[in-house]
């Protein structure tokens, strides 16, 4: 049986109540489907702030987290909008030369992979970068499930409320993601 949140049985008395006890798991899946601090936090802030303007309006029809957590998924999914439209005015191909260097030769862009470094990186944490790395590969929709499921522990009823589907689906994605991630994380639990 999953523990009791704060608040699920409490009434707040003020929205800085709601705010101490949910900024922090807010914040946690909005990081985990966007991946980046800084946009985590702003998202958070944007979150609370439209919670904050419908606060009176909460008729209690859902449990207050399961409110949080949709409106952090529809920031969540904006923020990902606004995304894709700024890729889509300049798209730039690490194989692409970026300029002309002196001397009429063209300079490629370089990532520096860490990865391959026993010295720096140790086998857990690798582990945990490449899980973290195969969530945030995964299409949007299937992210959002399975960080509510298995990183946040919602239940699948109150994930489909959250998501605003079916309880069909949200099996249906659970169990899409968990492939996806399985097929992408295989070689790291092979044995050589």
Known sequence: MRDQLPGEEDHFNSFDELVAAYEKKIFNVVFRILGDYDEAADVTQETFISAYKHFASFRGESKVYTWLYQIAVNQCRNQMRKRSR???LRIESLDEPIEWEAG???SQREIADSSSDPDVVFAGKELREQIAGAVAALP???REVIVLREMQGLA???I???AGISLDNVKTRLS???MMLRRRLDPYYRPE
């Open 86 to 88: 700024l890729r889509s």
């Open 104 to 106: 009429g030769e063209r």
């Open 140 to 142: 949007p929709d299937y």
């Open 156 to 158: 699948y009823t109150d």
């Open 160 to 162: 489909a409320e959250v």
């Open 176 to 178: 899409r993601a968990r």
